[in-house]
């Protein structure tokens, strides 16, 4: 049908946003993206907001807030379900020819959406992340383990992680449903990422410190998260056990002669008792340590295998963008010419 070739329609942004508990930091970040999103008359967009669970007002105010504008969206959790299963949820909901994902702390500078939505178009690229060149006003312990982190990761990880490259970016759909299609249940997004391609461009900004409220990731939940990002991506680990064994064999092959031939020269006097007590240790040691982390591989598949749903939805509030409803016109469309 003719009638719909030629027809320009603007592209939509979908701007998903987990929170939990932000009570203080919404009000802020929704003045600070509708500034920004005022600017770009040239886009149609959807603020999709991911409530996961939040015990707070941050529910409330939402609900408030689809009344006062309706390019906002809501979806609520049936508890707190973790920032990951909050960004598929997003994901899946969300309509847009193009999706960024944000904190609503405003860590991630708002400012940033025109340019990367810039260089997806002059560069003809699937994403434009916000990547942070500096670590200033975070916790020094917090900073020191982080890049210990990426180190580990990298040397054991499959795919690379940088540090400063993190959730905030902007993505073409095609690249969102290959990340849809990754439906594992122990999700780490940066892995994912990295995991489905696609060229993805930079954009550097310096770190800021979250503008209201508290952060959510205490300093065990971070350690959980790092151990789930090696462990979602590496499979290394399991090798260090082979190896480690190997390493052990020709050990005691060596020392097995050597005690061999010191009983035959000089006769077998009882010495030696701690050197023994020592390796004995240590096996037993390597031992334990090697069947926990088969542990954490096998908890891990235990999980995956329950193929329990990442969320559950609570409630949703809100109107999609009336430019899904002439996509799927277009999609019928161009179907139908297809035919
Ligand atoms: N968040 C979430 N669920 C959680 C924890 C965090 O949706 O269980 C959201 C939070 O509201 C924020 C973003 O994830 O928008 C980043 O959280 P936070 O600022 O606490 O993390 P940090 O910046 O300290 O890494
Ligand atoms: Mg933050």
Same mark, same amino acid.
């Given at each position: 049908?003719?009638i *719909? %070739?030629g027809?320009?329609r603007m592209d939509?942004?979908s701007?998903v $946003?987990p929170?939990f508990? %932000?009570?203080?930091?919404?009000?802020l970040?929704?003045?600070?993206i509708?500034a920004v =999103?005022?600017? *770009?008359?040239?886009?149609?967009?959807?603020l999709?907001f991911?409530?996961?669970?939040? @015990?707070?007002e941050?529910?409330?105010?939402?609900?408030a807030l689809?009344?006062a504008d309706?390019?906002?969206?809501?979806?609520?959790f049936?508890?707190n379900?973790?920032? %990951?299963a909050?960004?598929?949820a997003g994901?899946?909901e969300a309509?847009?020819d193009?999706?960024?994902?944000?904190?609503?702390?405003?860590?991630?500078?708002?400012?940033?959406?025109?340019?990367?939505?810039?260089?997806?178009?002059a560069e003809?690229?699937d994403?434009?992340g916000?990547?942070r060149?500096s670590?200033t006003? %975070?916790?020094k312990l917090?900073? =020191?383990? @982080?890049? /210990?982190?990426?180190r $580990?990761?990298?040397i054991?990880s499959?795919?690379?992680m940088k540090?400063?490259?993190g959730?905030?970016r *902007?993505?073409s759909?095609?690249?969102v449903? /290959?990340?849809?299609s990754?439906?594992?249940?122990?999700?780490?997004s940066?892995?994912i990422?990295?995991?489905?391609?696609?060229?993805?461009?930079?954009?550097?900004?310096?770190?800021?410190?979250?503008? /209201?409220g508290?952060?959510?990731w205490?300093?065990?939940?971070l350690?959980r998260?790092?151990v789930?990002g090696?462990?979602?991506?590496?499979a290394?680990?399991?090798?260090?056990a082979?190896?480690?064994g190997?390493?052990?064999?020709i050990f005691?092959?060596i020392?097995?002669?050597?005690? /061999?031939?010191k009983t035959?020269?000089?006769?077998n @006097?009882v010495?030696?008792?701690t050197t023994?007590?020592?390796?004995?240790?240590l096996g037993?040691g390597?031992?334990?340590?090697?069947?926990?982390l088969?542990g954490?591989?096998?908890?891990?598949n235990y999980?995956?295998s329950?193929?329990?749903?990442l969320?559950?939805?609570k409630?949703?509030?809100?109107?999609k963008?009336k430019?899904?409803?002439?996509?799927?016109?277009l999609d019928?469309?161009?179907?139908?010419r297809s =035919?």
């Open positions: 049908m003719f *719909m %070739e027809v320009k939509c942004i701007i $946003v929170c508990n %932000e009570e203080e930091a919404l009000p970040f929704y003045e600070r509708s =999103l005022s600017e *770009m008359p040239q886009i149609d967009y959807e999709l991911v409530d996961d669970g939040s @015990s707070d941050t529910l409330p105010l939402l609900q689809i009344h309706d390019q906002v969206r809501y979806l609520s049936s508890r379900f973790g920032k %990951e909050a960004m598929y994901f899946s309509v847009g193009y999706i960024v994902v944000m904190d609503i702390d405003l860590q991630h500078p708002p400012e940033l959406l025109p340019k990367m939505y810039q260089m997806l178009k003809n690229v994403c434009v916000g990547k060149v670590r006003g %975070e916790k917090r900073s =020191l383990l @982080s890049r /210990a982190f990426y $580990v990761a990298n054991l499959t795919v690379s540090d400063g490259e959730d905030f *902007m993505m759909r095609r690249m449903e /290959a990340i849809l990754v439906k594992e249940y122990n999700r780490y940066k892995g990422f990295q995991f489905v391609g696609f060229e993805t461009r930079w954009i550097e900004y310096e770190n800021v410190p979250r503008v /209201a508290q952060t959510k205490s300093f065990l939940s350690l998260y790092a789930d090696i462990f979602s991506f590496s290394v680990p399991l090798v260090l082979s190896y480690c190997l390493l052990f064999c005691s092959f020392m097995g002669i050597y005690i /061999a031939g035959i020269l000089f006769g @006097s010495s030696g008792w023994l007590v020592c390796i004995l240790l037993f390597l031992q334990m340590l090697f069947i926990g088969l954490q591989y096998v908890a891990k999980m995956e329950k193929h329990r749903p969320y559950f939805f409630e949703s509030g809100g109107m963008p430019i899904e409803k002439d996509k799927r016109q019928r469309k161009s179907h139908v =035919l």
